[in-house]
């Protein structure tokens, strides 16, 4: 039997601390899933590090890790402290993956991609002190997602069980997170999903979906994140999984291509089955900076029509937006402001190119030698990673923290979120307070950035 010590690390905060949180408004799955993976005769133990500190001294034999961008540069420094009191590491996750050369500078091993196939290897040979040739452990194929292991909900690492009991907000701000798909078929080029997933896309099967959502009904919940990429990449599976939703009455939250908006019937039984917020990367309003991303999709032109119909729906829009692209100049952060405030969006994650190594992106930036720094705790989407084409870096941070601030003042706040659309002003009234909390937020901290939640 060994003893197994799995970590989501937190992510550095400018001047070098930890990012740290009380309470979350949901959490990842992969930690409760990892230990159901984990063949039953070993221990397995798990900390993020957002809520609660890393037992720097466990007795455990193997140390797991896995980070996604703004976590890797704590991942690889918990990784070498680890290994440096002789402890077996292995690193998972989308950055390693895409990046198993650098990742196995600081663990035993990696695993590449998915983890099913290959994690009770993992374990096997670490626990009897060996390492595969290359320490990299790949699985030959795509989970088909049929039959995954099921995990105890209740031991979510980020879920606080005396909050959700006594506490009405937080049983509206917690969402119960479930998987319904893997991937996206899109090809824009600074995603490290696609890249990752090589624009494969599988779902579940719709009844073990909707199994997962009796179970957290059960709790006495009812909000969910449906943690998908893109859960309507297949259409006709979107339509089923929708239906099959309605009857359970619950409310749910997720990211979602502006598509949705372009589908009837599709923006209909969403609707029906309870959506309430969509997480939607507009990305720019400008048709040329989305072609020149490869998400010319998008069709910056039709945006005002499409909000307009998701907005009909009662369902409110957190809009996902890049400043400092190839097109933009001094004036773009004055006209992406004028459309989030005039189109009434509930909510702004605003972000700076990022270069995620192993994208494409991050070649064409590399080749071009625009990339600013590879210090990987400043790739947190809102630092200046990319050299601009038409400002200087200080002007782009500028711009950065100007839309941001002039979104969540008062004024703005009021001319977004007033009239409320029609149906679900429960929802509505939540994200006006959340507007609220974050302008009180905002003056007391001018150079905050897109990580709020």
Known sequence: MAKIYLISP????????????????TSAITLPYLKALTPREHQ??????LMQDVDVNTDADIVGLTAMGPQIARAYDLADYFRARGKKVVLGGAWVSLNTAEALLHADCVVKGEAEYVWKEVIDDLSAGRVKEGGVYQSEKWHSMVGLPRFDYQSLPLFRPDLFKKSPFYRMYFHWPVLASRGCPHPCEYCSV????DRTFRSRPVEEVIEDLKVIKSFGARRVLILDDNPIGNVRYAKELFRAMIPLKMEWASQMTINIARNDEL???AARSGCRSLSIGLESVSQENLEHIDKGFNKAPRFEDDLKKIRAKGIQ???????????????????????????????????????????????????A???????????????????????????????????????YSLPAIVRRMVPPPKGNYVEHFFYFVANLKLNHYMRHHKDAWGTIS
């Open 44 to 49: 397995v133990t798990f900390t993020d590090e």
């Open 267 to 269: 923006l209909d039984l």
């Open 10 to 25: 937190t992510h550095y905060k400018p001047d070098g601390n930890l990012v740290k949180s009380v309470h979350y408004w």
């Open 369 to 407: 030698g625009r990339i600013m720094t590879r210090e990987w705790n400043r790739y947190d989407y809102g630092s200046p990673l990319i050299r601009p084409t038409h400002m200087t870096p200080e002007q782009m941070m500028e711009g950065f923290n100007r839309v941001y601030n002039r979104f």
């Open 317 to 367: 829009v957190i809009a996902l937006m890049m400043v400092g692209l190839d097109g933009d100049d001094t004036t773009s952060f004055q006209r992406t402001l004028d459309f989030l405030v005039d189109n009434k969006l509930s909510f702004l994650k605003l972000f700076t190119p990022c270069p995620y190594p192993g994208t494409k992106y991050y070649d064409d930036m590399a080749k």
């Open 194 to 197: 696609q890249t990752y997933y």
